[in-house]
């Protein structure tokens, strides 16, 4: 028989030679060949001096050795499991808006050396990817997928939903009427200061909303209703003219408050 050649675990490969016996006293070459199992992966042949007990290695699946009679080795073939490749990405859920910059991911891919993915969305429609970047189109949900390029079973996914951006029309238009109220005199119309201030204060509120990409239908709901309900109880100003010809002065008294105008003489509010 020729020397002993076994798998150091069958369930992870075999082992085979290009003979099972040899002559004695002849010299015999036999080629010893290590086959890997599905999922796992040839390491090397450890060979065994059975005298001396030393140990040697040999790294290619497949070697070939003189033997014959006075052979005193042992080969052991040892297998292990291949790594497994996994991806991950840094996000697993995103929310977006129609119009926002676009938001990337990033893929981890391990168990390879070739660390590339594909990207992939369920529906363009909606969102799309390209090298990570995932791009809002239009209002809905999908999934952005990568998958390992160099095992196409491996991926990982992220939801991402799109809102459409809710619309701003009324609370711009709003906005604008409010500025000229403030701002410019129509048909000589003139408000008290005080409630100037406070439409002036909701206008800048209404700024912030109407700015903010992520704001919802009620907060812009409660801009357009503050700014309206602000401008509603704005106070318009009257000139009030008094001849003194008429009044004993003693008893006269005008006064303007906030800034608003009074005549020099007293005489006109």
């Known amino acids: 028989d020729i020397p002993e050649v076994v798998s150091d675990d069958e369930t992870m490969g075999t082992v085979s030679t290009s003979g099972d016996k040899m002559i004695d006293g002849v010299a015999t070459d036999i080629t010893m060949t290590a086959t890997a199992k599905e999922g796992y992966h040839f390491v090397k042949w450890i060979i065994k001096d059975n005298d001396t007990d030393e140990v040697s290695e040999r790294t290619d699946a497949q070697i070939t050795e003189t033997v014959n009679n006075n052979t005193r080795y042992n080969f052991r073939a040892l297998f292990a499991k291949d790594e497994e490749v996994t991806v991950s990405l840094d996000n697993s859920y995103l929310t977006m808006y129609v119009g926002d910059a676009a938001q990337t ?17 369920e529906n363009d429609e909606v969102a799309t990817v390209t090298d990570g970047a995932v791009t809002a189109v239009g209002a809905g949900e999908t999934t952005i997928t990568a998958t390992s390029a160099a095992d196409e079973s491996k991926s990982a996914s992220c939801t991402v939903v799109v809102t459409a951006v809710p619309d701003k029309t009324t609370l711009t238009n709003l906005m604008t009427e409010a500025y000229m109220k403030v701002n410019v005199e129509s048909d000589g119309i003139k408000y008290a200061q005080a409630s100037k201030d406070t439409v002036m204060t909701a206008y800048k509120a209404a700024m912030k909303v109407k700015n903010n990409n992520s704001a919802t239908e009620e907060q812009i709901k409660l801009a357009e209703d503050a700014l309206r309900s602000a401008m509603e109880d704005m106070v318009e100003l009257y000139k009030v003219s008094i001849d003194t010809d008429w009044l004993n002065e003693a008893e006269v008294t005008m006064t303007a408050e906030n800034g608003e105008y009074a005549s020099a003489d007293g005489k006109e509010v």
């Open 105 to 121: 991911l990033t893929a981890s891919v391990t168990g390879t050396d070739n660390v590339e993915v594909v990207w992939s969305s």
